[in-house]
């Protein structure tokens, strides 16, 4: 993400605003799992400032899916199965941000 450009890597992890944005991002991802498939409103007024506003590829949204499927499994267990329900959730969602 460009706001982060600036940060070394080594500070990535320990970063106040990097950690604020992850929540962001785990909360909105939250809400558009709650929703089933039913996530279009919720979807949209994102979908459009990422690509308008932020300037966001596609591709750093199948890169966050597998970097979150991946701590999910380091951190909480997620196990094989759960891996591959994600990642498909996952490419629904940025199907339909397309």
Do not use: C, Y
């Not at 706001?3 to 992890?13: E, P, Q, R």
């Not at 320990?14 to 799992?33: C, F, M, N, W």
């Not at 929703?35 to 459009?48: D, E, I, Q, W």
């Not at 909480?76 to 199965?81: F, I, K, P, R, V």
Request: net charge positive; charged share 20%; aromatic share 4%.
């Amino acid at each position: 993400f460009p706001k982060f450009a600036g940060i070394a890597h080594g500070d990535l992890a320990g970063d106040a605003g990097v950690s604020a944005h992850g929540a962001t991002v785990l909360k909105k991802l939250g809400d558009l799992l709650k929703a089933r498939g039913a996530h279009a409103a919720l979807l949209k007024p994102l979908s459009s400032s990422h690509a308008t506003k932020h300037k966001i590829p596609i591709i750093n949204f199948k890169l966050i899916a597998e970097v979150i499927g991946k701590v999910m499994e380091e951190k909480a267990g997620l196990d094989a199965a759960g891996q591959t329900a994600l990642r498909n959730v996952m490419a629904v969602i940025i199907a339909d941000m397309e």
